[in-house]
């Protein structure tokens, strides 16, 4: 017997240590039952206590990696992480142009867990003018949010600005990740769409073991798109599974270790 599963393409960076990036990407896809394919933007070699090194792809590569999956088994949702180039962007822009790609989900990497950066300076413009006005959902952090609109944020209502401001860049919506800062006891997530606010609550799990969160939201979020759920439930979907992976406990590595994506 023969049937199709919906696939996710993730274009993102290679993670050496395995928690983050296209790996994550990998193991959160195929953990919910979908069919993941890759076009890798650069490779780091990494561990869970920093970036050693960072080598990255040409942007005719990752077009040519777009290419081949688009004509063969076409995904039916985009998962764009780590690009660090200017260049990068454009490429990805124009495959992503050319093939008609739907839901498209950007999550907006600039630095690591570990602190750090993973994009180079002037790439957050070219990543707003190039791949926001194609993104279904953007999946800023509080500290790419500020980057972003420009806006401080130590509230929630800060968090409210700094969406509104992101959401005119885009015509998707602009999930806002609390995990970082505002409340030290909750983990509550800002869904902007279309001027609406939508809180999406979530308790804050006390870890060091984080690496990879922000990429296993945004894989799982591509993943509920692409077996047509709207973006609402896509979310509330994708921060279940990150709150399960994260809960499980997985303790590896001597910094911020990986999530569990066998909970
Ligand atoms: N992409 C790559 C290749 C990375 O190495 C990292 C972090 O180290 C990220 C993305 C972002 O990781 P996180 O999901 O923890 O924000």
Redesign the pocket.
Known sequence: MTYALKSVLSI????S?G????Q?DIKTIEALGLFAQTAVT?L?A?NTTG?AGVFESTPEFVRAQMDAVFADIRPDAVKI??VSSGDLVRAIASGLRSHGAKNVVV?P?M????G?A?MGEGVKDVLVSELFPLARVVTP?ILEAEALSGVSISSKADMERAAQAISATTPGAVLVKGGHDVDATRADDLLYTEGNCMWISGVRIETSN????????SSAIACGLAEGCDVEDAVVRAKRYVAGALAAGLDMGQG?GPLDHLW
């Open positions: 993102a960076g290679s993670d240590s928690g983050a990036g296209i994550a650069a780091t990494q970036v992480g780590m999550d990497v630095v690591a867990t570990s750090s993973l952090n984080t690496h990879g969160t922000g990429c296993t939201l911020c």
